[in-house]
């Protein structure tokens, strides 16, 4: 895309407030320069916070199908410019254009799902009375109002549009606040919301530096939606708390794999390459720790490595690499970090371990190690990084309780031939999503369930009627009819607890009522 086209979106999505700095984004597979973003201020988050409660009440009072209607004309258009959205996140995150694809196949059917489903979740519901007959009761869902979106730079596109589609859906309005990294991205997707249908005001973004921008967001939106690292999420956690605002924490894992006895060997190698290297492991649900059984455990970890080493690095914006560069110098480094440290306290590299200059300046091969223990950095710390180690087991429960031995708790495989071995192992393990024969898609593809951390990992599931009604306030409205809930007017109270505790005690054995 060229820088014309760059700095247009940049102007045309972002509200100005003012003078301000802009700072130049850089492309990870070359260092060049890509573009300039704009440094937003503080009085730039007031003034996109303005703007979308100003546009709320008007968003809000829509027919249901008005808004729907817009994310399935998004739909359609982010499909037909795949493409131009490819070679950005691709520049963006240095990520191989497969793995960018996953991105624009998720927001694709999350913006299809909602847009279906949303107005079925959304609709008031009956409920039980507090006097059969005489209640009639409704749980009825409000929009929370402003909903402020914090997201990170390893899926641009699809965390910054994922959890928005639904708030929006629901009514609210929200304002975005990318990472700086990954921001025109971010833009290049609100720009087509708007070509779609979205009116101007309903979801501004603001580019900037997240410690200023973040907390200056937190401040007066009424809903904080966060994905990104432990550590940031409880800065916002803390923030939610005092201002008594809603929050949904989409944080970090350090994901376990476990491959059965029975296994299928080749399947499950196939799905580690595919869960430990896809974005260059920069995937929140990447698998980092895989556990094998003695068995199987000397074959895997020989056909694991072969893989790796064969997996085609470049920086070609097409569907030729396997893998791609690393997006920053910094998680270059703690990548380096994990694997020296692990080195030199005794682990073994079975592959990789080097950076490759020779294709890009934040190049990392695909890295195996064995011989990982405790007090390592890449024994229990998210890498976050094409780095995973390998270790034995003997039993069944040995396994579960290496997998559950971590302060994380976001995503976890096991494989199996046995699919209800596979379940009834899922079941024991503490992650918010478990694929069995699969290492993350699975679970992530299947919107219709919610899908989230446990642990450290997060709070407030995204997907499936959770990722919708988490950005509404329930309101419950019961209209009473002939007579009161306390004693009617001229009855004497003692005739009314008699009476009462009749009826509670006749509803005890009247199952359809109580
Ligand atoms: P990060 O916490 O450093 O940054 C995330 C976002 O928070 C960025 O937009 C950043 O600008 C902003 N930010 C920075 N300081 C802030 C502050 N004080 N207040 C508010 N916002 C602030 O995370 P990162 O390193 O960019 O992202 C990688 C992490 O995100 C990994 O831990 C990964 O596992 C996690 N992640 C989780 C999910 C999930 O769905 N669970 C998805 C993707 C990434």
Same mark, same amino acid.
Request: glycine content about 10%.
């Given at each position: 895309? /060229? ?26 597979? +070359? ?7 704009? &440094? ?20 809000a ?57 949303s ?8 409920? @039980? ?5 005489l ?8 929009p929370?109002? %402003? ?8 899926f ?11 708030? &929006?859906?629901?009514?609210?309005? *929200?304002?975005? @606040? ?12 609100? #720009? ?13 973004? %603001? +580019?900037?530096?997240?410690?200023? &921008? ?22 916002? #956690? ?15 894992? /350090? ?18 390459i ?58 270059? #480094? ?34 195996i ?7 390592? @950095? ?16 003997? /039993? ?17 495989? %096991? ?16 992650a ?16 219709d ?5 446990? @642990?450290?990992? *997060? ?15 329930t ?25 009462? +505790? ?7 054995h ?5």
């Open positions: 895309m /060229k820088r014309e086209r760059l700095d247009q979106l940049a102007r045309q999505v972002t509200l100005d407030a003012g003078r301000r700095e802009w700072i130049a984004v850089r492309i990870p597979f +070359t260092g060049m320069v890509l573009g300039d973003i704009p &440094l937003a201020q503080e009085a730039d988050v007031d003034l996109s916070i303005n703007r979308a409660r100003a546009a709320q009440p008007g968003w009072a829509l027919p249901f199908a008005s808004r729907a209607a817009v994310f399935l004309r998004f739909h359609d258009l982010l499909l037909q410019r795949q493409n131009e959205v490819l070679d950005l996140i691709q520049l963006e995150t240095g990520k191989a254009r497969r793995h960018a694809f996953e991105e624009i196949l998720d927001t694709a059917v999350v913006s299809r799902y909602y847009a279906r489903r107005e079925k979740l959304l609709r008031p519901r009956r409920r @039980k009375g507090a006097l059969p007959v209640t009639r009761t409704w749980e009825v869902h409000l929370v109002g %402003v909903v402020g979106f914090i997201v990170p730079w390893n641009p596109l699809n965390l910054a549009m994922t959890d928005a589609i639904p708030a &929006l859906l629901a009514g609210n309005t *929200g304002v975005l @606040k990318p990472d700086l990294q990954t921001s025109f991205t971010a833009l290049w997707a609100v #720009a087509l919301l708007r070509e779609a249908g979205l009116p101007a005001g309903v979801f501004p973004v %603001v +580019t900037g530096e997240g410690p200023l &921008l973040g907390p200056a967001l937190g401040e007066r939106v009424d809903y904080l939606m966060f994905t990104g690292s432990t550590r940031t999420g409880r800065l916002v #956690a803390r923030q939610a708390a005092e201002r008594l605002i809603g929050c949904s924490l989409e944080l970090g894992g /350090k994901n376990p794999m476990i491959v059965l006895e029975d296994a299928r060997l080749e399947d499950a190698v196939d799905g580690a595919r869960g430990c290297f896809a974005g260059a492991g920069q995937v929140c649900v990447s698998i980092e720790r895989i556990y094998v059984h003695q068995s199987l455990y000397e074959e895997f970890v020989a056909r694991l490595a072969t893989r790796a080493c064969a997996l085609r690095l470049n920086a070609a914006l097409d569907y030729s690499a396997d893998m791609g560069s690393l997006t920053s110098e910094r998680q270059l #480094a703690t990548v380096e970090g994990h694997v020296a440290d692990a080195l030199a306290k005794g682990a073994k590299l079975v592959a990789g371990g080097r950076r490759r200059h020779d294709l890009g300046p934040l190049f990392y091969e695909p890295t190690l064995t011989g990982v223990c405790g007090g390592m @950095k890449a024994y229990a710390e998210e890498t976050f990084g094409p780095v995973v180690s390998v270790y034995p087991f003997a /039993k069944e429960s040995e396994a579960i309780e290496a997998a559950n031995c971590s302060r994380y708790g976001l995503n976890a495989s %096991v494989w199996t031939r046995n699919a209800l071995r596979g379940i009834r192992v899922a079941r024991q393990i503490r918010g999503s478990v694929n069995v024969n699969e290492a993350y898609a699975a679970t992530w593809g299947s919107v369930a919610p899908i989230g951390g446990m @642990k450290e990992s *997060g709070l407030r599931p995204r997907h499936g009627a959770e990722g919708i009604l988490k950005f509404t306030q309101q419950t409205i019961a209209a009473q009819r002939l007579m009161p809930i306390g004693p009617a007017r001229g009855m004497d109270a003692s005739f009314h607890a008699r009476w009462m +505790t009749r009826l509670v005690k006749l509803l005890r009247i199952r359809v009522l109580g």
